[in-house]
């Protein structure tokens, strides 16, 4: 059994910064890519930060250079450091994984529940 949990949302005024946290957890083998997702009400899901196992990063243009994301390998755990933030940012942030685990050792996309980040004065 293999649990994705985020922590860190919360409401913050305009040019503010947050910290999002997703850990995994369980009978887990090997995480390779994780990501960080965004969803508004009305609107798909977008990718908005990757990061592979040995660290090479990718940003969606509308976040570059005000988000930062980082893992650590040990702790199964990837970061979100959201700086200089601004209302249209304002989402549910979702974390994704591929997850290798289980006696099958099989690897599979796993989704955190998500985050409610809101962006106001």
């Known amino acids: 059994q293999v649990q994705v949990v985020e922590s860190g949302g919360g409401l913050v005024q305009p040019g503010g910064s947050l910290r999002l946290s997703c850990a995994a957890s369980?009978?887990?083998?090997?995480?390779?890519?994780m990501h960080w997702f965004r969803q508004v009400p009305g609107k798909q899901r977008e990718l908005v930060a990757s990061?592979?196992?040995?660290?090479?990063?990718n940003y969606a243009d509308s976040v570059k250079g005000r988000f930062t994301i980082s893992r650590d390998n040990a702790k199964n755990t990837v970061y979100l450091q959201m700086n200089s933030l601004k209302p249209e940012d304002t989402a549910v942030y979702y974390c994704?994984?591929?997850?290798?685990?289980?006696?099958?050792?099989?690897?599979?996309?796993?989704w955190g529940q998500g985050t409610q980040v809101t962006v106001s004065s």
């Open positions: 369980g009978s887990i083998f090997s995480v390779y890519g």
């Open positions: 994704n994984a591929a997850i290798r685990s289980g006696i099958a050792l099989n690897t599979y996309d796993y």
């Open positions: 990061i592979t196992r040995s660290g090479t990063t």
